[in-house]
């Protein structure tokens, strides 16, 4: 039948196509993947392994600086003026921490910034940013407690002056990397400068440390600093100098104590001053340390170095006569006057009495080169030596460019000027019979060789006629401490200004010494532009001293050497 369907004979079988190559293809495939797989583990595993461990460690293994500690710096007894404290800086990564308004609030609230200031650090390309530097322990746990992911604290070392404002022309003050700026900081800050160390820690991804791994170095800390100053000494100087720049409503004042038998600096007070615990602009401006940087016209307080300068010729003795009437002396085109009439006096009387045309008179006697070269001796025109930055030498003009006046001019404290550490140094000079002893601000460990300047006889003989200004009838009456002889001198001088001198402005000066019978204390004390009732020098300066003096001389346990009554 032609619509049957036809039966297939054996021959006639369908032939089904082979997939083994495709099947020998993906094996190949798979066998290659996985011994690539198998390869690349024992290659990380094994010949890799440090690479990896090393580029691991990069991410997570951090070296981090442990910042030495900077020595401390005491008074001679022991007493810290200046110590370092750790405290902690707050850090930003900038490319991590999400730095949106809420964030940026929040930072800037706790750690009393601008957020625009904020926003300005974080908006940097840098990975690491100081946002503030030494913050209290309670403003870092605050910062602390946001647990933001790129939020750091470093730790850092803060310095803090327990004596503030007391101490801060003398001791100085670091900046904010822990460098001296002023003062003694300034002057030693290799020696109070340690060595940072390092270790090294793991972080996490939020620079947070994990774990202390290893102490690479270890840090060193600086040296110790141990300065002459007493710290009593320095607290009864600030206060009475305050006090007395207040009540006279002057522009500033200085003061300087001074050890004659070590040349020690006792103590050493401004005003203005600064506290150098506060901020930078509550500061004011007044950070140089004036007694040894601001120089000035001494007045009379150097008509005791023309004496001794006589006394030295042979020319003068103490009993001298001079005949100082009318109370005027012509020099040339000039003339030097006095404020009284003294008449016919002697040496002696020429200190108690101040007079400058007795003073002017023993000067002209003598050889310029004479009177320059125990000026000079005694320091004036030199640096003290003190080490202190910024010390003035002053100013001494040689003899061989003085007039007959401007002769006449040096012996009562015009034309020449110093600070007011040289003028305490030189009358140290005067108390240590007649050898000068080098300034020291730190604590020396044994005496000091000294330089002869005058004979001991003349030292001696000039101390003993200083006694006569203190004394009833001197001008410096109010220097006077009961139970002890005080030797000094009182000094008003005019300042100059441009053209001339102020009839209106002036110093008040005193220097002196105690106890007199063996000085073992020099004092100097600059009132400057007292503007109140009084501006001699024996009612505005010799006051401080003699309440300065006083409590030192008890505090050192100097025994007494003149009767009460």
Not at 336 to 346: A, L, P, T
Not at 474 to 487: D, E, F, K, N, W
């Amino acid at each position: 039948m032609s619509g049957s369907k036809k039966k297939r004979g054996p021959a006639e079988r369908i032939n089904v196509p082979s997939y083994k190559a495709r099947r020998l293809f993906l094996l190949a495939v798979l066998a290659f993947a996985f011994g690539s797989l198998i390869w690349r583990s024992v290659d990380r595993q094994v010949f890799e392994t440090a690479f990896l461990q090393q580029q691991g460690e990069k991410r997570y293994l951090k070296p981090m600086k442990v910042r030495a500690s900077r020595g401390m710096i005491t008074d001679r007894n022991g007493e810290p003026l200046a110590i370092s404290t750790p405290v902690k800086s707050i850090s930003a990564n900038p490319r991590k921490l999400k730095a949106d308004s809420k964030t940026i609030g929040a930072i800037a609230s706790i750690l009393d910034l601008n957020p625009d200031r904020v926003r300005r650090l974080l908006a940097s390309d840098r990975g690491f940013v100081y946002l503030k530097r030494r913050v209290n322990p309670d403003v870092a746990q605050q910062v602390k407690a946001l647990d933001l992911e790129g939020i750091g604290l470093e730790s850092e070392h803060r310095r803090f002056y327990p004596s503030g404002e007391v101490m801060a022309h003398m001791v100085g003050l670091t900046g904010i990397d822990d460098q001296g700026l002023e003062g003694m900081e300034l002057a030693y800050n290799e020696w109070l400068s340690g060595v940072n160390g390092a270790k090294r820690v793991i972080m996490d991804g939020r620079r947070r440390v994990i774990k202390e791994v290893e102490n690479i170095q270890s840090p060193r800390s600086g040296n110790d600093l141990v300065l002459s100053l007493d710290r009593r000494l320095q607290f009864l100087a600030y206060r009475e100098l305050k006090k007395a720049v207040k009540t006279h409503r002057a522009v500033s004042g200085s003061a300087v104590i001074l050890d004659a038998k070590s040349g020690e600096v006792l103590a050493m007070v401004n005003r203005p001053a600064y506290n150098p615990n506060g901020r930078r602009s509550n500061r004011r401006g007044s950070f140089r340390n004036r007694a040894v940087t601001d120089v000035f016209e001494p007045g009379s307080t150097v008509k005791p170095f023309v004496v001794a300068a006589a006394l030295e010729q042979g020319r003068f003795k103490p009993d001298t006569p001079i005949d100082v009437t009318p109370g005027l002396l012509r020099v040339g085109r000039h003339l030097v006057k006095d404020s009284h009439d003294y008449g016919r006096i002697d040496v002696a009387t020429v200190l108690s009495k101040s007079s400058n045309v007795g003073a002017s008179k023993i000067a002209l006697a003598l050889k310029p080169e004479v009177m320059w070269k125990l000026y000079s001796q005694v320091g004036f025109g030199s640096s003290a030596e003190s080490m202190f930055p910024g010390e003035s030498s002053g100013r001494l003009p040689h003899f061989s460019d003085w007039s007959q006046f401007e002769q006449a001019t040096l012996s009562f404290g015009y034309g020449l000027s110093v600070t007011p550490l040289q003028l305490t140094g030189a009358y140290a000079v005067l108390a240590n019979d007649g050898v000068k002893l080098p300034v020291s601000l730190l604590k020396v460990s044994e005496l000091p060789k000294g330089e002869r300047v005058v004979r001991r006889s003349t030292a001696r003989s000039v101390v003993h006629m200083l006694e006569a200004v203190v004394a009833k009838g001197g001008t410096a009456p109010l220097a006077a401490i009961p139970g002890y002889r005080v030797a000094g001198k009182t000094g008003t001088a005019k300042k100059s200004v441009a053209g001339g001198y102020a009839e209106d402005k002036y110093l008040s000066l005193f220097v002196g010494m105690a106890p007199a019978s063996d000085p073992r204390l020099v004092m100097a004390v600059m009132i400057n532009e007292p503007r109140g009732k009084d501006y001699y020098g024996g009612k505005v300066a010799a006051p401080v001293f003699a309440k300065v003096m006083s409590g030192a001389l008890r505090l050192l346990n100097i025994p007494p050497d003149a009767p009460w009554w």
